[in-house]
């Protein structure tokens, strides 16, 4: 199993800026690729940005390219995501996910946290 513990996000008014983290614990060897979806009430969770574990490929959702950047700290497991130029769009819980696994089929997820953003 991969635990996933994260951190970050609190209120923020638009234009400004939050950094999450998300430190992963225990079978790290077996993942694929970690990243952050979001959801809002009602709403399907979408992927925000992920990055591959044996590659450093990244992708992003349309509407965060060029304000979100995701990162990762090999050494300590952490995947890290710099949101700028935020909108009140972006308002949702943000959780973190691990896929694991040679092909990546499997998920992991973390607590969720919530990002909010005032107009």
């Known amino acids: 199993q991969v635990q996933l513990v994260e951190s970050g996000g609190g209120l923020v008014q638009a234009g400004g800026s939050l950094n999450l983290s998300c430190a992963a614990s225990g079978r790290t060897f077996s993942i694929y690729n970690m990243g952050w979806f979001r959801q809002t009430p009602g709403k399907v969770r979408e992927l925000v940005a992920r990055?591959?574990?044996?590659?450093?490929?990244?992708e992003y959702t349309n509407s965060v390219k060029g304000r979100f950047t995701i990162s990762r700290d090999n050494a300590k497991n952490t995947v890290y995501l710099q949101m700028n130029s935020l909108k009140p769009e972006d308002t949702a819980v943000y959780y973190c996910?691990?896929?694991?696994?040679?092909?990546?089929?499997?998920?992991?997820w973390g607590q969720g946290t919530q990002v909010t953003v005032s107009s």
């Open positions: 990055i591959r574990w044996s590659n450093d490929r990244i």
């Open positions: 996910a691990a896929a694991v696994g040679t092909s990546g089929l499997s998920m992991y």
